[in-house]
């Protein structure tokens, strides 16, 4: 039997922890009977809808281009249109299904990351201002708190990454996956480029 997702539940959570009078009405994850009938992600418990309600500060015009760089995250759809990470170089395009979206967001994450809780957006703990860079490329090998640092963002990104201040190669690993992702050089050592687009919004 299917249950919602950690990381799904965690998003619903922090966003009334934000905005504790903020409209519920349309929020979900569990699919109803309508979703029964068709494919969708919220009969896996892999999707969450969020009400927009920019009164009590839940907007999502605003969250929905924030939590697509979400790497849990596989698509969203908001107000008559989607984005989907698979298709990024399309960008935000036309969404044509039966629901427009105007009064919720909806938000699909990969099965793989639904136990992954790291911050989402609207979490206070999302951090909001960069980190200084160190001063010198970090590579495998690196060990201390800037290890620690960078470990702790790629967590908060939605990587699967051990924070023990050890640039071993495993992270190694998830940074010249991230780099890639970012279409970075792919080398594995964290320069000054690597590390400002790490804390980009």
């Known amino acids: 039997m299917s249950t919602p997702a950690p990381c799904c539940l965690q998003a619903l959570r922090d966003a009334t922890a934000r905005w504790p009078a903020r409209n519920r009405a349309s929020d979900g994850i569990m699919g109803d009977a309508a979703h029964q009938t068709r494919k969708s992600d919220h009969n896996d418990g892999n999707a969450f809808d ?7 500060g839940v907007d999502c015009t605003v ?3 924030q939590v697509i760089n979400d790497t849990r995250v596989t698509y969203v759809i ?6 989907n990470r698979d298709r990024e170089a399309e960008g935000w395009r036309i969404y044509t299904g039966p629901n427009p979206h105007k009064h919720h967001m909806h938000v699909s994450i990969r099965a793989t ?3 992954v809780l790291s911050a989402w957006p609207w979490s206070g703990a999302s951090p ?3 980190s200084p860079y160190p001063g010198t490329p970090l590579r495998q090998g690196s060990q201390g708190a800037h290890v620690v640092k960078l470990q702790q963002r790629l967590k908060d990104l939605g ?8 640039f071993g190669p495993k992270t190694h690993q998830v940074v010249v996956a991230f780099q890639s ?3 970075l050089q792919p080398d594995g050592i964290v320069g000054p480029k690597t590390w400002g687009v790490l804390w980009l919004p």
């Open 50 to 56: 969020l009400t927009h309600d920019p009164a009590h």
């Open 63 to 65: 969250l929905s281009r």
């Open 78 to 83: 908001w107000n008559s249109q989607i984005y």
């Open 113 to 115: 990351l639904r136990n």
């Open 128 to 130: 909001t201002q960069p």
């Open 159 to 166: 990587k699967i990454i051990a924070v023990d201040g050890s």
């Open 181 to 183: 992702e970012k279409h």
